[in-house]
T-cell receptor
């Protein structure tokens, strides 16, 4: 199994550009999440999905959209990039409930917005 | 006050030392607790769950103190390869919105 994969690994955008961060998992996990990680702060939840066709907002959803058309894929779209969105983005998936199951993370996308 | 707080460190310890980290949480309804390890510029990976009775995995011991609302991680006989940032995770319910990561404690084990 490849686990959780993310593309691209690195990206530089100009303010106002849009782009999609890709995330895929091959473990048939229902639960998927997007986090951002900034220096000195814990991972913060952007959006999450409990299954295909179901998404919901996390702690910091503004400026981001998600969709979940299949169990495997959970792309994150930046609508109009801003410097405040410079961060490291991690996608994660979990089997079953978060209460007692491991979250598997992708390798991350390092995004810089100029 | 943050929901989950960790001492950011850095903790610099010699090889073979014992080191302990604490993580405090504010919501007494929290149900599940984990320690994750994150190497520099890598993704977090699960180190261990934390159970009410305390649990051990080799050189690592995790404990939960519900009365004082903190969890701890003890690393015995530190190895160079233990150098990483250790993140605590506190979950109130099964929803991702009620899962909180601490900002992490940085550990460097020195030769």
């Amino acid at each position: 199994n490849a686990g959780v994969t993310q593309t691209p690994k690195f990206q530089v955008l100009k303010t106002g550009q849009s782009m999609t961060l890709q995330c895929a998992q091959d473990m048939n996990h229902e639960y998927m999440s997007w986090y951002r990680q900034d220096p000195g702060m814990g991972l913060r939840l952007i959006h999450y999905s409990v299954g295909a066709g179901i998404t919901d907002q996390g702690e910091v959803p503004n400026g981001y959209n998600v969709s979940r058309s299949t169990t495997e894929d959970f792309p994150l779209r930046l609508l109009s990039a801003a410097p405040s969105q410079t961060s490291v983005y991690f996608c994660a998936s979990t089997a079953g409930t978060l209460l007692d199951n491991e979250q598997f993370f992708g390798p991350g996308t390092r995004l810089t917005v100029l | 006050r943050k929901e989950v707080e960790q001492d950011p460190g850095p903790f610099n310890v010699p090889e073979g030392a014992t080191v302990a980290f604490n993580c405090t949480y504010s919501n007494s309804a929290s149900q599940s607790f984990f320690w994750y390890r994150q190497d520099c510029r890598k993704e977090p990976k699960l180190l261990m769950s934390v159970y009410s009775s305390g649990n051990e995995d080799g050189r690592f011991t995790a404990q939960l103190n519900r009365a004082s609302q903190y969890i701890s991680l003890l690393i015995r006989d530190s190895k160079l390869s233990d150098s990483a940032t250790y993140l605590c995770v506190v979950i109130i319910s099964g929803s991702a919105r009620q899962l909180t990561f601490g900002s992490g404690t940085q550990l460097t084990v020195l030769p």
